[in-house]
């Protein structure tokens, strides 16, 4: 069972920056997909951007050219830069895992979501 422990979420005015950090432990196999995704109140949960083992990364149009994510795949954590937010950035951001056993069926988990609220 992979565990999940978020932090860096907290109010910023517009315009600010906030870094995300999410460590994974607990895992017995790969983590082969690492992202963030946001939930704002009565909205569906989305994608904000994710990041493979790789390297590869894709983003949430909303996004690209103001966030970047990253990883450290020694410390199976990964990182999610914020800049020039805007209050349509408000929300609670939750970590995601994918990991993959040898025969190939994957797993995904959840972190317990920290608030990210942008005040205009």
């Known amino acids: 069972q992979v565990q999940l422990v978020e932090s860096g979420g907290g109010l910023v005015q517009a315009g600010g920056s906030l870094r995300l950090s999410c460590a994974a432990s607990?895992?017995?196999?790969?983590?082969?997909?690492m992202a963030w995704y946001h939930q704002a109140p009565g909205k569906p949960r989305e994608l904000v951007a994710a990041?493979?083992?790789?390297?590869?990364?894709n983003y949430a149009d909303s996004v690209k050219g103001r966030f970047t994510i990253s990883r450290d795949n020694a410390k199976n954590t990964v990182y999610l830069q914020m800049n020039s937010l805007k209050p349509e950035d408000t929300a609670v951001y939750y970590c995601?895992?994918?990991?993959?056993?040898?025969?190939?069926?994957?797993?995904?988990?959840w972190g317990q979501g920290t608030q990210v609220t942008v005040s205009s």
């Open positions: 995601h895992a994918r990991e993959r056993e040898p025969t190939l069926v994957e797993y995904d988990f």
């Open positions: 990041i493979t083992s790789g390297g590869s990364t």
């Open positions: 607990g895992s017995r196999f790969s983590i082969t997909r």
